[in-house]
């Protein structure tokens, strides 16, 4: 077998469905077989593209997602979703093309050092230099990208190794049934003296969190966490990368916190005595200023990366483990030391997070008479208008916070974001991903007027390969999360962030690449204007929603700031001065 035939066939034995990609030179040899495969082909428009589709495809599924493009300016177009997968612990194989093993080190056209450069934001990469051994590669790259903290991996193949014409590039094709890598071995099961200690922990603290972060996605720990959360009468909250995997309608869940989460949330973790953190990495976006951040917590802290523990905050039981089996020793452990009828009662501590959520609920102004929609009531009525298991990737920026404040996610595995990297233009790509997975599913890209225009041309990739997804673009006419903070911290100075509502025309571009549009101004015409959308089902459809511009998102804690500095909306603040 050729080594590009070797290639798909390898991929095919992992149970890959779908590549998101891009020919060109270097990796064409694989693309002649790709005709004989199995396996869906999506062309993207943009190799940057291609990565974000793998990612929205992992995202829904839990699965890897599989991108693949061409050597030199192909493989740098795929960093920023490699950086993307690698900071969010999204499990991915992408394969690039390189020159021929001869050419390497020449500056040969279309070399670069792909390996090198993708060194630092991967779990693994390799440059494989033998027809023979890209059957393992892919059997080892699989294994990574999934096993322990999920990641990307990335396999360079070199041009000659998969060339239909070279007979070094045939081999007598085996697939391996496992893997070695004496030096790869992650721990999954907790150790039971600290399991001891934080159940310990847990039954003296009279206001206990549970700090949720993506690694209970990543662990498929959604439902193990629900009853961990219940048994031991402990609130919630999720991060921006866990929200779904609690459901935002239980009585035990507070929401977000962070720099944009909600009041209670973010308070509940300043005031708590014990902070149970599950796969949660304590990014600074949620600590604000660490020395200030949970001050009287003690904290146990559970996740499968052993890096992760004590690099920002000390615990005082560090759990190294598989966030879903850690789960159920905890929930074993209650048991045998008598459930949690021994453990100290929470209820002045919910009376006090019932307070706080009465007094402080996350609240906008209404938009005036002739003024743009509010982009909280769009998400409002597109939220009230869409099946609760339906599909919400994001962008970056305000329309991002405000739609993870206002869609209320009662399933897991339906948002999907860019969190650690924080890549404008993610949504589209992500959603036509997770469409690609879920053909069925109703999903839904919402997207700001800056991070449209960065990857909007993917729509012309949903439109040919009949993948059907929709787009709510919250057109407030600037970089608004930019534009905010210059407001707020730099004497509205505002340089270099308006785009203007003039140009470009978001409704002929959409229906230029094939989409159905609509355009949204008055807010008696949201309704019916996101009816209309939802009921296409044959090709992609786009609503812009003309929105205000000086709109801002709150609750907000200042950037460095300590989390007791946050601003509330300024309708909250008399009363949070007198409180």
């Known amino acids: 077998m050729n080594g590009g035939q070797a290639l798909l066939k390898s991929l095919e034995i992992e149970g890959v469905e779908v590549i998101f990609g891009y020919p060109g030179g270097a990796i064409l040899p694989v693309y002649d077989p790709i005709i004989d495969s199995n396996i869906r082909h999506v062309l993207v428009r943009h190799e940057q593209g291609a990565g974000h589709m793998a990612e929205g495809y992992a995202h829904a599924t839990g699965k890897p997602g599989v991108c693949m493009v061409t050597s030199g300016p192909a493989a740098t177009n795929i960093v920023t979703p490699l950086a993307d997968a690698y900071l969010d612990s999204v499990p991915m194989v992408c394969i690039t093309g390189q020159v021929a093993l001869a050419a390497i080190g020449t500056d040969a056209f279309q070399e670069c050092d792909t390996t090198g450069i993708t060194r630092s934001i991967t779990k693994h990469n390799v440059l494989v230099t033998r027809a023979e051994d890209i059957p393992a590669a892919v059997k080892e790259a699989f294994h990574i990208a999934t096993t322990g903290r999920p990641g990307p991996v990335l396999i360079d193949i070199p041009k000659n190794i998969v060339d239909l014409n070279n007979p070094d590039a045939y081999f007598d094709f085996t697939y391996p049934d496992d893997v070695d890598l004496p030096g790869y071995n992650p721990t999954i099961t907790p ?118 523990h004590g690099k920002v905050r000390r615990p005082e039981v560090s759990i190294v483990g598989d966030c879903r089996v850690v789960m159920e020793a905890v929930l074993d452990r209650i048991e045998v030391v008598g459930g949690t009828s021994t453990f100290a009662d929470h209820t002045d501590w919910r009376q006090q997070l019932s307070g706080w959520q009465e007094k402080y609920p996350l609240t906008y102004e209404p938009a005036a008479p ?193 989390n007791d500095d946050i601003i509330v909306h300024p309708s909250q603040r008399d009363e949070e001065a007198s409180s």
């Not at 609760?388 to 999907?416: C, E, K, N, R």
Request: charged share 20%; with cysteine; net charge negative.
């Open 191 to 308: 150790d039971p003296a600290a399991i001891e200690a934080a159940v310990a922990l847990m039954s003296a603290a009279e206001r206990p969190v549970l700090y949720v972060g993506g690694g209970v996605l990543k662990a498929r720990g959604a439902e193990v966490l629900r009853r961990l959360a219940e048994s031991a009468n402990i609130p919630v909250v999720t991060t921006l990368m866990a929200r779904g995997a609690f459901p935002d309608s239980h009585e035990l869940c507070l929401g977000m916190p962070g720099m944009h989460g909600n009041y209670t949330a973010v308070t509940a973790i300043q005031r708590c005595d014990l902070l149970l953190a599950m796969g949660s990495r304590f990014d600074d976006r949620v600590t604000g200023k660490v020395g200030a951040f949970a001050p009287d917590a003690k904290v146990i802290h559970v996740d499968i990366d052993p890096a992760e």
């Open 370 to 562: 002739g003024e743009y929609l509010k982009p909280q009531f769009a998400l409002e009525k597109l939220r009230d208008a869409c099946p609760a298991d339906t599909i919400v990737a994001s962008g970056v920026g305000q329309h991002q916070m405000w739609a993870s404040q206002y869609w209320t996610f009662d399933h897991p595995y339906t948002w999907l974001n860019s969190g650690g990297l924080g890549t404008m233009g993610f949504s589209i790509p992500a959603a036509i991903g997770a469409k690609a997975a879920f053909p069925d599913r109703m999903v839904w890209a919402v997207d700001g007027d800056g991070c449209f225009q960065m990857t909007a041309q993917e729509l012309i990739t949903a439109a040919v390969e009949k993948i059907p997804i929709k787009v709510a673009l919250l057109n407030n006419a600037y970089l608004g999360m930019v534009r905010q903070w210059q407001e707020l911290f730099y004497d509205e100075r505002y340089s270099q962030v308006h785009f203007g509502h003039e140009l470009p025309d978001y409704v002929k571009w959409a229906e230029s690449m094939g989409c159905v549009a609509f355009r949204v101004e008055d807010p008696d015409e949201v309704e019916v204007t996101i009816a209309k959308a939802n009921e296409v089902n044959d090709r992609p459809v786009v609503v812009e929603f003309r929105c205000h511009s000086e709109e801002n998102v709150y609750p907000m804690v200042p950037a460095g700031g300590s």
